[in-house]
């Protein structure tokens, strides 16, 4: 069955500090991947997507994540976080086989000012 | 910018009673989609519906569940006859394509008493 692992449940950083949340799929197929962002109080949006090709992928507010094939992973990085990055950040899989959206248990940042 | 909404925003219903959760998906999306989060687990897949009918079913969505597109808007999901553990924060999603970015609703907050 197909699953996804994110390695840190709660992440506490400073503004300005770099982030990298860890995200680990197992299935044998081809896949798609995704990073939803959750601000408080809003809904689910769609930070970056990886369907195919180059596996280093940009989404918004300056958001990468890296697919590394070998590893079944694709974790999400920033640079430098802002305050306004607090949220919770769920990883996302789906086999192209399949509709739905397998989410790991999400990762809750706190940025502190 | 084009979002998905969902009605109501929180359903307290006695166990054994129905209840129907609403939405209105993107308008120039084709497939629909519903999620659950049980309080502090994932968001878990239920269904999607295409062309008018189920396209895919996660075991969760046993009989007691069934959806509906009743006009050209609304996208429901019905509980027949709800239990406790139905209790959970239920998203609706959307996309364009069968494996296109979904975008997921504010969600509807099920309690069960």
């Known amino acids: 069955a197909q699953s996804v692992s994110q390695h840190n449940h709660h992440v506490i950083l400073s503004e300005a500090a770099s982030l990298e949340l860890g995200c680990n799929y197992s299935y044998g197929g081809t896949v798609n991947l995704f990073w939803y962002v959750q601000y408080p109080g809003q809904h689910l949006q769609l930070l970056l997507k990886y369907f195919s090709g180059d596996p280093l992928v940009k989404g918004i507010k300056g958001f990468e994540a890296e697919f590394i094939k070998s590893k079944f992973s694709f974790n999400l990085r920033k640079p430098s976080v802002q305050w306004s990055d607090t949220a919770e950040y769920f990883c996302?899989?789906?086999?192209?086989?399949?509709?739905?959206?397998?989410f790991g248990s999400g990762t809750r940042l706190l940025v502190r000012p | 910018e084009p979002e998905v909404t969902q009605t109501p925003s929180h359903q307290v219903t006695q166990m054994g009673q129905e209840v129907i959760l609403r939405c209105v998906p993107i308008?120039?999306?084709?497939?629909f989609y519903w999620y659950r989060q049980i309080l502090g687990q994932k968001v878990e897949f239920l269904v999607s519906f295409y062309n008018n009918e189920i396209s895919e079913k996660s075991e969760i969505f046993d009989d007691q569940f069934s959806v509906e597109r009743p006009d050209g808007s609304n996208f429901t999901l019905k509980i027949r006859s709800t239990k406790l553990e139905d209790s959970a924060m239920y998203f609706c999603?959307?996309?364009?394509?069968?494996?296109?970015?979904?975008?997921f609703g504010p969600g509807t907050r099920l309690t069960v008493t």
């Open positions: 308008s120039n999306h084709l497939y």
């Open positions: 996302a899989v789906n086999a192209q086989s399949s509709y739905k959206l397998i």
């Open positions: 999603a959307s996309s364009g394509g069968d494996q296109g970015e979904q975008y």
